[in-house]
């Protein structure tokens, strides 16, 4: 048998509106070609992001009506607390509403101004709240990473050479902590070795550094080691994700990935006197230590899914979709990012649509396409997100690749649902030639992705000599 079958039933569906090619033209000019303006209620299949977007299971929604609202000491806490420390061994266990409270909590306890943060790639939150505090996030991102289309397995490494050679030279005491992050969202889902998880433990320790995983797609992280390390292949789940939290000091969690929740996360800490001022913080901005923010019922929710998400059948599952979505887009000749991850499937637009220059925005134009196309609403990587006008020349800068993210929210869409975004993509792999690129008519100063207007340009000649690199 080579169907890896859906580990489970539909029991409440969602309809959505099947919409046609001219009410979808018309909903993307209005949202002024910036998908982020559309009504999801216009989007048939939406694969923006993999966070908050899973299905609970009926358990969990089961768990939604026995949560326990008592302000404190609630029993959804201590089940949550039993949960956690089972699954990672640390002694203090902290709900958040998400994952970017745990970040600003933590680095607000740990990080003062002038101090740098290492790790294999900040997450846009997590980098952005060390920048905030005026402390610098420095990536090692591993070499292997750096090729889109090579076959390497762990291309979410740390790489540990540079980053020695770098805490070599940092003045004493401008290093507060160590992160790495699992899998390396960054560099699209892909996944950290269990050598490498030793190897960054080993050095950050050396230093005398606490060492925190940013560990929001945990499972999937031990569903990868399990599969492709022979040392790990007869080891239960469970026993490889307690083995990566063994290595660090505690962890950051947004449960909106592996936690199959819709909202929440987890700060866990081993240290006692860090726990203390992580405790005063939280009093002050999320609510008291046994709700973090959340709802008695999120606690409960949580803790399901926590007891779920290591299920081997789940991960096979999850493996099987997203392998199933990038070979047959390769198949089409999609130049797809490899190896596939689990959250998600890259398409590399620059070099889909080579007639479309970087500062045309070809990832974005792709994503416009595929929505008219098939209503199918995917995100820009590329030089509408980290793109800019340089202030000095007023010249764009584009970003180092051009990629469109098409995201697999958890437990949400079936194979025909896929087969769809696959035929999506056949119809406009087609007629790439005929795509045209985006200018933008209106942006904010930071993080334009989210608010940009664009339209369509005409030409798709070169504006080669007005492109900087960045
Ligand atoms: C999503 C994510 C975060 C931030 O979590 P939120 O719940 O969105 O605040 C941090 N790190 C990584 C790796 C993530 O994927």
């Not at 001219?22 to 694969?47: G, P, W």
């Not at 590399?348 to 098939?374: F, K, N, S």
């Not at 975004?421 to 087609?430: L, N, S």
């Amino acid at each position: 048998m080579k169907t890896v079958l859906e580990p489970f039933r539909i029991k409440a569906v969602e309809p959505f509106r099947i919409t046609t090619v001219d009410e979808r033209q018309h909903h993307l000019t209005a949202a002024h070609h910036n998908l982020f303006l559309l009504r999801a209620e216009d989007v048939m299949i939406d694969l923006l992001t993999d966070s908050g977007t899973g299905a609970m299971s009926a358990q969990q929604w089961a768990a939604i009506m026995t949560g326990d609202e008592s302000y404190a000491g609630c029993k959804s806490f201590f089940e949550l607390e039993a949960v956690v420390r089972e699954l990672t061994g640390y002694r203090h266990v902290f709900p958040v509403h998400q994952g970017r409270a745990a970040e600003r909590i933590l680095f607000n306890v740990m990080v003062t101004p002038g101090q740098s943060v290492p790790n294999n790639a900040h997450f846009d939150t997590t980098r952005a709240n060390i920048e905030y505090l005026g402390a610098a996030a420095v990536d090692f991102v591993a070499p292997q990473a750096k090729d889109l289309r090579t076959l390497a397995p762990w291309k979410g490494d740390l790489d540990v050479v540079a980053l020695e050679r770098w805490l070599a030279a940092q003045p004493k005491g401008s290093v507060p902590l160590g992160v790495l992050t699992i899998t390396n969202n960054r560099v699209g889902g892909q996944p950290v070795s269990m050598q490498n998880l030793r190897a960054v433990a080993d050095l950050y320790h050396r230093y005398g550094l606490p060492f925190f995983l940013d560990a929001a797609r945990f499972a999937e992280n031990a569903w990868w080691i399990h599969r492709l390390d022979p040392e790990w292949q007869q080891v239960p789940l469970p026993k490889v994700a307690r083995a990566m939290f063994d290595l660090a000091d505690g962890c950051m969690i947004s449960a909106k990935k592996d936690g199959l929740v819709n909202i929440g996360g987890l700060l866990c800490v081993n240290d006692d006197a860090v726990a203390q001022k992580v405790r005063n913080l939280l009093i002050l901005t999320e609510g008291f230590p046994t709700y973090g923010g959340l709802a008695g019922r999120d606690l409960a929710a949580l803790a399901q899914g926590l007891r779920e998400v290591l299920d081997p059948d789940y991960l096979h599952y999850r493996e099987a979709s997203a392998q199933y979505l990038a070979s047959h887009l390769d198949q089409l000749g999609v130049p797809v990012v490899r190896p596939f991850g689990l959250h998600a499937v890259y398409v590399d637009a620059r070099a889909m649509l080579p007639h479309i220059p970087p500062t045309r925005l070809p990832g974005q134009a792709l994503a416009c396409e595929l929505y008219v196309q098939g209503g199918v609403r995917s995100v820009e990587i590329g030089t509408l997100m980290f793109g800019h006008d340089d202030p000095k020349t007023g010249l764009p800068v584009v970003a180092d690749n051009d990629l469109v993210r098409l995201c697999l929210p958890r437990r949400v869409y079936t194979q025909s649902h896929i087969d769809w975004v696959i035929e999506t993509f056949a119809e406009v792999h087609g007629r790439r030639h005929d795509l045209r690129g985006l200018e933008i008519t209106q942006q904010a100063p930071f993080l334009r992705a989210f608010t940009a207007h664009m339209r369509p340009v005409a030409e798709t000649a070169p504006v080669g000599d007005l492109v900087q690199r960045g």
